[in-house]
């Protein structure tokens, strides 16, 4: 062999060997790649997660819906009860609202977010961030939308303003006759054992099946509250009802409204503040927020009208009080459906539960016996159970629903009946204790005196006029 060919081979073999070891090294590098690959993965999403950003127009809408929501309880649904009372209770209600839904608001930052969106628990209730613990003006929560996040103060006193509503409308069925102390301890025993493990059940996703809300892990839809607030507050309102008993007079003597033009504007203020309750419940200043909107403007509007038209098919005049209790009806019932339907649908759901809500207020409440002073059940109570089942048929696309195009209607029917069958036990089983736990502690109602005289002077020492 000659040197050049004997250069030659070893050069060869040389680059042979070379290139051997490069593909058994690009092979090693190339394994070391996919083992690291879900740890890199991870490490990326936390980092998204960490660098995600409060976006400011959904921060502001937010503050502004809860904004909102709170005009709906003060003055808005103070002034509406207080119109349908006798003049001489106006300011025991008007006590009573503002108290007990600034009594939901201490609770719910000491322990009431704690228990139903604190964290990872059960089906039935949170545990965790209990007098806010951990959370800064940095922390945030997540939206509907990956990667969108609003910060947790906010997030907290939006629902803040639920509790408090919620445990205000309660008053609706008990007014004229029960004590304020007694209203008192109620409010803080039904927050904790009704309100804020409904809350939890329909509205928490934990990490697990376990650990998510009981109604939301079956994919029950509740938009913006038509368990947790209307059939919640609804039932307990002719629990308590019937525990207390009818008012001195009932049905005998008159007990007319003493100022429709209060409860108008009441009316106005909560129709208004509703905005924020149910398109504030998309958490975002998007798409799904504008739906809300106008489908809570049509709802309402059907209600209004068909109740009115509903009082005239039986024999009456279209009134000014019919009116708003349409409006409030077609509220009700749109709340769940708010994001979950079309504007028709909304307007089919409203003028349903103005009709139904009618009859039941007018021609069969009459007949049952008991005494929801102010229609607190057969408004908030039917008109949710109307429209939580109802936000089943509202999603189908053929109503404009966001339902997709192989929607399961009969299926989701279903978890709908048996969702609302939770809250009314979960919710009459609850305030009944809570109830008689105030009973046990103060007693219940007001003497016969008293309830002749007034519970503005007899509790409160004051007038709401004095002329």
Same mark, same amino acid.
């Given at each position: 062999m000659t040197p050049y060919r004997k250069i030659g081979a070893a050069i060869s073999g040389t680059a042979l060997s070379l290139i051997v070891s490069a593909q058994a090294w690009a092979q090693e590098v190339a394994e070391d790649i996919a083992e690291a690959a879900p740890a /890199? %993965?991870? $490490? @990326?999403? *936390?980092?998204?997660?960490?660098?995600?950003?409060?976006?400011?127009?959904?921060? *502001?809408? +937010? +503050?502004? %819906?809860t904004v909102l929501v +709170?005009? +709906?309880?003060?003055?808005?649904? $103070? #002034?509406?009860? !207080? !119109? #349908? @009372?006798?003049?001489?209770n106006?300011?025991?209600?008007?006590?009573?609202?503002? *108290? /007990?839904?600034?009594l939901a608001m201490l609770v719910w930052v000491m322990y009431g977010y704690g228990l139903a969106f604190g964290g990872d628990a059960n089906q039935f209730i949170s545990t965790g961030k209990?007098?806010?613990?951990?959370?800064? *003006?940095?922390?945030? /929560? $997540?939206?509907?939308?990956?990667?969108?996040?609003i910060p947790e103060f906010v997030f907290i006193a939006f629902?803040?303003?639920?509790? $408090?509503?919620? @445990?205000s409308l309660v008053i609706g069925g008990l007014v004229e006759r029960m004590k304020f102390s007694a209203l008192m301890v109620f409010a803080l025993v039904w927050l904790t054992i009704v309100y804020f493990p409904i809350a939890h059940m329909v509205w928490y996703a934990g990490a697990t099946p376990e650990t998510t809300g009981l109604l939301f892990d079956w994919g029950a839809l509740d938009f913006a509250g038509g368990t947790v607030v209307h059939i919640n507050a609804g039932v307990s309102a002719l629990v308590g009802a019937i525990i207390l008993g009818k008012r001195l007079g009932y049905q005998k003597d008159v007990m007319a409204p003493h100022s429709l033009t209060m409860t108008l504007i009441g009316t106005g203020l909560l129709w208004v503040g509703w905005f924020g309750f149910n398109a504030g419940s998309a958490l975002e200043a998007n798409g799904s927020a504008g739906l809300a909107l106008i489908n809570t403007l049509v709802a309402t509007a059907a209600g209004v009208l068909f109740w009115m038209l509903t009082e005239k098919a039986i024999g009456h005049q279209g009134s000014l009080l019919g009116a708003c209790s349409g409006a409030i009806a077609g509220l009700v019932a749109v709340t769940p459906a708010a994001g979950n339907s079309g504007p028709f649908g909304a307007v089919l759901l409203g003028a349903l539960a103005g009709v139904v809500c009618c009859v039941f207020v007018m021609k069969m409440k009459p007949k049952m016996g008991f005494d929801d002073s102010l229609d607190a059940f057969g408004i908030h109570g039917? !008109?949710?159970i109307v429209g939580s089942i109802g936000t089943a048929v509202t999603m189908l696309p053929a109503l404009g629903g966001p339902g997709a195009e192989d929607y399961d209607l009969g299926g989701q029917l279903v978890i709908q009946i048996m969702a609302v069958a939770v809250a009314i036990v979960w919710a009459g089983v609850g305030s009944a204790i809570a109830f008689y736990i105030a009973k046990l502690v103060t007693g219940l109602r007001v003497s016969e005196d008293i309830e002749r005289e007034g519970l503005d002077l007899g509790e409160h020492g004051e007038r709401a006029y004095n002329y």
């Open positions: /890199v %993965a991870e $490490a @990326v999403e *936390a980092a998204a997660e960490a660098a995600a950003i409060a976006d400011k127009g959904d921060t *502001a809408w +937010m +503050m502004t %819906a +709170m005009a +709906m309880i003060v003055p808005g649904l $103070a #002034l509406f009860y !207080g !119109g #349908l @009372v006798r003049t001489k106006m300011a025991s209600v008007l006590t009573q609202v503002i *108290a /007990v839904a600034s209990f007098f806010l613990a951990g959370v800064t *003006a940095d922390s945030t /929560v $997540a939206t509907f939308t990956d990667g969108v996040v629902q803040m303003t639920f509790a $408090a509503i919620t @445990v039917l !008109g949710g």
